[in-house]
């Protein structure tokens, strides 16, 4: 009668421990697909603001620039420079 209680015992810890190790395989996909879509988002976004830096007219080949164009320039190569410090980083 003991060993059955022994068998028995053993087997809930058996059960126990795969319901832990699923668990902790479960989490770490999860991490690891938040992860992925986070990279995909920022390679996104980067791709966007290069593009718009590209597309923006550099300040030597124009005469004037306003206020708000200087501002959104300058916003948008910090935002980028952030990004690409953050990406290289997250890699």
Do not use: C, G, W
């Not at 690891?32 to 966007?48: F, L, P, Q, T």
């Not at 005469?63 to 980028?80: C, G, K, R, W």
Request: without cysteine; aromatic residues 6%; hydrophobic residues 30%.
């Amino acid at each position: 009668m003991n060993s059955l209680q022994r068998l028995s015992v053993s087997k809930n810890n058996v059960n126990n421990l795969l319901d832990v190790i699923f668990t902790e395989i479960k989490r770490l996909s999860d991490y690891e697909d938040a992860e992925r879509d986070k990279r995909a988002s920022m390679v996104e976004k980067m791709k966007n603001l290069k593009a718009k830096l590209a597309n923006s007219p550099s300040p030597s080949t124009q005469n004037v620039n306003t206020q708000e164009e200087d501002e959104e320039s300058y916003n948008a190569h910090v935002e980028f420079s952030s990004l690409k410090v953050e990406f290289r980083n997250h890699s």
